[in-house]
């Protein structure tokens, strides 16, 4: 057996759990109440409680069945896990250092829900990534610059055979991240203008999360990696469409 942040089992959200977070989410219970949440968020929040059951059926199943079937041996240090994982907390991250941004910036209550299901989401995720690379007995920093990973082959017949890689060269910035001139933009503003900036950044952000997820698919076969990966392209997806029309809203 492993610890909590095995790669067969459900991370803990030890990144929300200190009273500061939890008072905030008291906050954001009574913002819920105070304004009905529009058909969207309601539909969100029901598919992110789906996804989340879902992966930790999966992840239960994946350590009922690891000392009857285990997975293969670690990664290596330069496979497309290994860069998966690194560059995918890096990316997670930023989501989260945004969220916190325009949570402090904003009364808005349907701005400050998404907010924090980012913040809740993707530290979770993040943790799992960093459990999995202690796991397999790797370095939290790889030896080959940032999106390297990227560059390699495709696995013959995958539905995400052709997911993009060639406009990213190894060392570049991961796609959708932020500039530090954006976040400090960002950290500038307040009110409807923090909103259509966090929107807009948070938007590109998810579809560049969407864009290495996949990448991933094409390239990687770890049955519990593809299914992170696979819940990320449909959350991330969700979420964009529905930023898309609060963004609209705020124009």
């Given at each position: 057996?492993?610890?909590?942040k095995?790669?067969?089992?459900?991370?803990?959200?030890?990144?929300?759990?200190?009273?500061?977070?939890?008072d905030?989410?008291?906050?954001?219970?009574d913002d819920?109440?105070?304004?009905?949440?529009?058909?969207a968020?309601?539909v969100?929040?029901?598919v992110?409680?789906v996804?989340?059951v879902?992966?930790?059926?999966?992840?239960y199943?994946?350590?009922?069945?690891?000392?009857?079937a285990?997975?293969?041996e670690a990664?290596?240090?330069?496979?497309?896990?290994?860069g998966?994982?690194?560059?995918?907390?890096?990316?997670?991250?930023q989501?989260?250092?945004?969220?916190?941004?325009?949570r402090?910036?904003t009364d808005?209550p349907?701005?400050?829900?998404?907010?924090?299901?980012i913040?809740?989401?993707?530290s979770?995720?993040?943790?799992?990534?960093y459990?999995?690379?202690q796991?397999?007995?790797?370095?939290?920093?790889?030896?080959?610059?940032?999106?390297t990973?990227?560059t390699?082959?495709t696995?013959?017949g995958s539905?995400?055979e052709?997911?993009?890689s060639?406009?990213?060269?190894p060392g570049?910035?991961m796609?959708?991240?932020?500039?530090?001139?954006?976040?400090q933009e960002?950290?500038d503003a307040?009110?409807v203008?923090?909103?259509?900036?966090?929107?807009?950044l948070?938007?590109?952000h998810h579809q560049?999360?969407?864009?290495?997820a996949?990448?991933?698919?094409a390239?990687?076969?770890?049955p519990?990696?593809v299914?992170l990966?696979?819940?990320?392209?449909m959350?991330?997806?969700?979420?964009?469409?529905?930023?898309?029309?609060m963004?609209?809203?705020?124009?």
């Amino acid at each position: 057996m492993t610890d909590a942040k095995s790669e067969h089992g459900v991370e803990g959200l030890d990144d929300v759990e200190d009273p500061d977070e939890l008072d905030e989410l008291d906050e954001l219970d009574d913002d819920q109440a105070d304004a009905p949440r529009r058909p969207a968020i309601a539909v969100l929040a029901i598919v992110s409680l789906v996804a989340i059951v879902v992966v930790a059926l999966v992840a239960y199943s994946f350590g009922r069945l690891s000392t009857l079937a285990p997975e293969a041996e670690a990664p290596s240090d330069t496979s497309a896990e290994a860069g998966f994982a690194r560059d995918m907390q890096e990316h997670h991250h930023q989501a989260v250092e945004m969220s916190r941004l325009i949570r402090d910036r904003t009364d808005d209550p349907e701005v400050r829900t998404l907010a924090w299901d980012i913040i809740t989401a993707q530290s979770g995720q993040a943790g799992q990534l960093y459990g999995w690379l202690q796991e397999w007995g790797l370095n939290q920093a790889g030896s080959q610059p940032s999106m390297t990973w990227m560059t390699l082959p495709t696995l013959s017949g995958s539905p995400h055979e052709h997911a993009e890689s060639g406009s990213h060269e190894p060392g570049q910035p991961m796609p959708g991240m932020a500039t530090d001139e954006q976040l400090q933009e960002l950290s500038d503003a307040t009110g409807v203008e923090a909103e259509r900036l966090y929107l807009e950044l948070m938007i590109a952000h998810h579809q560049g999360g969407v864009e290495m997820a996949e990448a991933y698919l094409a390239r990687g076969d770890r049955p519990s990696v593809v299914g992170l990966a696979e819940n990320i392209v449909m959350m991330q997806q969700s979420e964009i469409d529905l930023m898309t029309e609060m963004l609209a809203e705020r124009q």
